[in-house]
């Protein structure tokens, strides 16, 4: 069964910086590419960052382009998020996000499978 | 970036409708589209990826279609269990987007 377990959430003061984590279990973690997604309750779904299979395709969304990174330890089967100069509209649930496809930009890239979330607040 | 639009943003419908969601995007995205459906409180789920390709469990009475700049999501006969927010997503460039959303509550 696959299993993407978040963590690293809070509540965070504008301007610092926050480490999301994901511990990814039941699929080959390095056959995948990995997403992060997050949501304002109430609201829509906010792509934020997305890294291939071997970490050599890696994209941001404009507003954390600078200020986060997102990495993954294909060792450890996790993925991470760095937040840097948090602002109080990064505030949201934070979803860890298997891809079907190995790379982001395939055309059957897609997400089928999603972490509970965690949240964070900056404020 | 490409920015995906979706409509309706909101339809009410009964069970046994056929239902249609446009998701139009801003620039050529080729089949690089992808469907979601969310529920309230839960993660989402993904129901069709490459434009028209239905997700392994998805029912067959969810189809998809389209190519280029415009999209549809139809929902054949719908049953209670598809009332949520349904959203698109494109993965043809980055940063990849997802549409604004439409919620399809009971009418």
Not at chain 1, 9 to 19: C, E, I, T
Not at chain 1, 80 to 98: Q, V
């Amino acid at each position: 069964e696959v299993q993407l377990v978040e963590s690293g959430g809070g509540l965070v003061q504008p301007g610092r910086s926050l480490r999301l984590s994901c511990a990814a279990s039941g699929f080959t973690f390095d056959d995948y590419a990995m997403h992060w997604v997050r949501q304002v309750p109430g609201k829509g779904l906010d792509w934020v960052a997305g890294i291939s299979w071997n970490s050599q395709s890696i994209g941001y969304a404009g507003a954390v382009k600078g200020r986060f990174t997102i990495s993954r330890d294909n060792v450890n089967f996790s993925l991470h998020l760095e937040m840097n100069s948090l602002r109080p509209e990064d505030t949201g649930f934070y979803y860890c996000a298997k891809d079907m496809a190995s790379s982001p930009h395939y055309s059957d890239s897609n997400i089928n499978y999603w972490g509970r979330g965690v949240l964070v607040t900056v404020s | 970036d490409i920015q995906l639009t979706q409509s309706p943003s909101f339809l009410s419908a009964s069970v046994g409708d056929r239902v249609t969601i446009t998701c139009r995007a801003s620039q050529d995205i080729s089949n690089f589209l992808a469907w979601y459906q969310q529920k309230p409180g839960k993660a989402p789920k993904a129901l069709m990826y490459a434009s028209s390709t239905l997700q392994s469990g998805v029912p067959s009475r969810f189809s998809g279609s389209g190519s280029g700049t415009e999209f549809t999501l139809t929902i054949n006969s719908l049953q209670p269990e598809d009332f949520a927010t349904y959203y698109c997503q494109q993965v043809n460039t980055y940063p990849l987007t997802f549409g604004g959303g439409t919620k399809v509550e009971i009418k």
